[in-house]
């Protein structure tokens, strides 16, 4: 995208899973901000064009996501990403637990 600056912009890669598997690109987007009101005009656009139901809604742990989430989607549950709680995880264990720790959780 051409703009007269240089600066990072969040990015929103938005993929569905059916119930039969298959994976389907729903919506992307870029927004120079991570704002609720963007989540919002996301989760309601998707909404306008037909989503009924979000069963899982896995991301980065935002907790203003999390907010507008629950606010539209009152019935979907939220996880984080599982490279995230593992480093979580990793950041609250001694140093000398930390390899045999996320080598058990095959952690590269």
């Known amino acids: 995208m051409r703009r007269d600056s240089v600066s990072k912009e ?3 890669d938005i993929i569905g899973i059916t119930k039969e ?4 690109g729903l919506s992307f987007a870029i927004y120079p ?3 609720a009101s963007n989540y ?3 989760l309601q656009d998707l909404k306008s064009r ?3 139901d ?3 809604f896995v991301s980065d742990e935002l907790t203003k996501l999390k907010h507008t989430l629950n606010d539209e989607c009152p ?3 939220h996880r984080s990403y599982w490279i995230h709680i593992i480093r979580n995880i990793a950041n609250k264990v001694r140093v000398n637990n930390k390899s045999p720790l ?3 959780l095959n952690f590269p």
Do not use: T
Request: proline content about 0%.
């Open 10 to 12: 969040a990015v929103h």
């Open 54 to 56: 979000i069963v899982l």
């Open 21 to 24: 598997g298959h994976k389907d």
């Open 50 to 52: 037909g989503l009924e």
């Open 75 to 77: 019935l979907s549950k």
């Open 40 to 42: 919002r005009e996301i």
């Open 102 to 104: 996320l080598e058990d």
């Open 33 to 35: 901000i991570e704002s």
